[in-house]
């Protein structure tokens, strides 16, 4: 069974930072092209990141350039997100999701999300 | 940026009426078009790619149309269980937006 699991949320100050994982399993990880979406509480679904299979092409949304990474160790077939600098605005279940395929392709598999939450 | 826009933002119908979910992306995005479900509490769930293409295990009720600019979401036979919210995304390109969704509840 294909299966994303994310850990590494929690409670943060303004300006402060975070890492995210995303452990893989179930599929082959260095195959696919992965992607960060986030939803604020209460609100809609925020793509946030994305990063190609080899880890070499990585884009990233208005909101979050310069202050969120993605990376990938497809070694340990795992997604991460490097998230320096921190805004109440940032506030939100961080999801990682898998594209279904090569190229352009939609979201086929998503983790259960971790919380994050920026707050003094 | 392509931003995408879906009308209406919430709707109530009864169990067996037909649903109608629009999805406008601002500009041409040919097919790259993919709508979600999600469901309260849960995580989203991939119904329909390439704006016409039913997801593996999707129930038939759902189908999608469209091409360019103009997409649709359709049920045919509102359920119970699809009672979420429906997300549109274009996925062509980055970055891969998503539209504000549409909330779809029983009347």
């Known amino acids: 069974e294909m299966q994303l699991v994310e850990s590494g949320g929690g409670l943060v100050q303004p300006g402060g930072s975070l890492r995210l994982s995303c452990a893989a399993s179930g599929f082959i990880f260095s195959s696919y092209e992965m992607n960060w979406v986030r939803q604020a509480p209460g609100k809609g679904l925020e793509w946030v990141s994305y990063i190609n299979s080899g880890g070499n092409k990585k884009y990233y949304a208005d909101s979050v350039e310069g202050r969120l990474t993605i990376s990938r160790d497809n070694a340990k077939n795992s997604l991460y997100l490097q998230m320096n600098n921190l805004r109440a605005e940032d506030t939100a279940v961080y999801y990682c999701?898998?594209?279904?395929?090569?190229?352009?392709?939609?979201?086929?598999?998503w983790g259960q999300g971790t919380m994050v939450t920026v707050s003094s | 940026d392509i931003q995408m826009t879906q009308s209406p933002s919430s709707l109530s119908a009864s169990v067996g009426d037909r649903v109608t979910i629009t999805c406008r992306a601002s500009?041409?995005?040919?097919?790259?078009l993919a709508w979600y479900q999600q469901k309260p509490g849960k995580v989203p769930n991939l119904l329909i790619y390439a704006a016409s293409t039913l997801q593996s295990g999707v129930p038939s009720r759902f189908s999608g149309s469209g091409s360019g600019t103009d997409f649709t979401l359709i049920i045919s036979s509102l359920q119970p269980e699809d009672v979420a919210t429906y997300y549109c995304q274009r996925y062509n390109s980055a970055p891969r937006t998503f539209g504000p969704g549409t909330k779809v509840e029983i009347k």
């Open positions: 999701a898998k594209d279904s395929g090569s190229g352009a392709t939609p979201f086929d598999i």
């Open positions: 500009q041409g995005i040919g097919n790259y």
